[in-house]
């Protein structure tokens, strides 16, 4: 028997001020939790709310972690593929 395939992910790309906020975050905590909440939306990223705004471009979206205590912002292209992380909050 083969094995069978898990949900297709999104892959995760970066804007420059999040990779800013990337190089700052030192603790392997806060990364552990960063990692954590990334594959998250990378399985589901329809999961964070949507941010109230202008719904002519790429509609923002927030995912917030209560328990690891993160909140990325981000918006996911056309073809679902893809997200991109505008903020990260650890």
């Known amino acids: 028997m083969t ?3 898990g949900p297709r992910r999104a892959r995760i790309a970066f804007s420059d001020s999040a990779v800013k906020q990337l190089e700052n975050i030192t603790s ?7 990692d ?4 998250v939306i990378s399985v589901d990223p329809d999961i964070g ?3 109230p705004g202008d719904t002519t ?6 995912y917030t972690d209560d328990v690891e205590a993160v909140r990325i912002l ?3 292209t056309a073809l679902r593929t893809v997200v991109v992380v505008a ?4």
């Not at 954590?36 to 594959?39: Q, S």
């Not at 903020?87 to 650890?90: C, D, K, L, N």
């Open 36 to 39: 954590r909440a990334l594959v």
């Open 28 to 34: 392997e905590a806060d990364i552990h939790a960063l």
């Open 87 to 90: 903020y990260i909050e650890v």
């Open 74 to 76: 981000y918006f996911v």
């Open 57 to 62: 471009g790429h509609q923002l979206r927030q």
């Open 49 to 51: 709310e949507t941010l």
């Open 3 to 5: 094995p069978g395939h």
